[in-house]
């Protein structure tokens, strides 16, 4: 079960002003939890995520990280009324992406670098979820709550993690680094670093996986 939160305030914006009428973008605090470099542009961004996605611009997973990196970037414009555009476009290429990919990856939630969506359709990510450094998500994953009675809970994944096909990862749940999470395996808690988490329920094998499929 999961809970959208496109409309949630973008973690890690910050103040800013307007002078001379031009469209002032104020630095973003650093992020509390692995994620993009907030030092880097949205250019740069945007050209370390191609080259993550093989160089192939024509990638639905390539799109679907560009449009993120692009709204996170517009909640860095002040004042409002001048971020207002820039807001009517991500929302056009967010429905864009989820209508025509299957990729619902909303502002709100966390993400970091080179991250790579494998293939598209039915990935459904939480606005609180956190996706950590050089992550793969692939086809039919769902990052979301668990329960109605805890709307916001969404997963933390750490750098490397490794999400295999149709995989569901629900709640509160923190993936340690370099994890793997096997095909259409449901995760309802916490996975240890360099283990690989397998079934409905998902069980935990202590291994080092190299890569799933």
Not at 41 to 64: C, V
Not at 74 to 97: D, E, G, H, N, T
Not at 120 to 146: E, F, K, M, P, Y
Not at 150 to 177: M, Q, R, S, W, Y
């Amino acid at each position: 079960m999961t809970t959208q939160s496109n409309h949630m305030s973008a973690p890690g914006s910050a103040g800013g002003s307007s002078r001379n009428g031009q469209i002032s973008v104020s630095p973003c605090d650093p992020p509390a939890e692995p994620g993009a470099d907030w030092r880097l542009s949205l250019a740069a961004q945007i050209r370390e995520d191609y080259h993550a996605h093989g160089r192939d611009w024509t990638r639905p997973g390539f799109h679907a990280v560009a449009v993120h990196r692009f709204g996170v970037w517009r909640m860095r414009i002040r004042p409002k009324w001048l971020r207002a555009p820039f807001s009517v476009l991500y929302r056009i290429l967010f429905r864009c992406v989820r209508n025509l990919y299957g990729i619902e990856l909303p502002y709100s939630a966390t993400l970091g670098r080179r991250v790579i969506f494998e293939h598209q359709s039915g990935i459904v990510i939480h606005g609180n979820a956190t996706i950590g450094d050089d992550c793969i998500i692939r086809q039919g994953v769902t990052l979301g709550n668990r329960t109605l009675d805890k709307p916001f809970d969404a997963p933390t994944l750490a750098p490397g993690v490794n999400v295999g096909a149709g995989a569901k990862i629900l709640g509160a749940v923190h993936i340690g680094e370099y994890a793997a999470i096997g095909a259409n395996a449901v995760v309802v808690r916490d996975v240890p670093p360099h283990a690989l988490a397998v079934g409905v329920p998902a069980r935990i094998v202590h291994t080092s996986p190299s890569q799933i499929g």
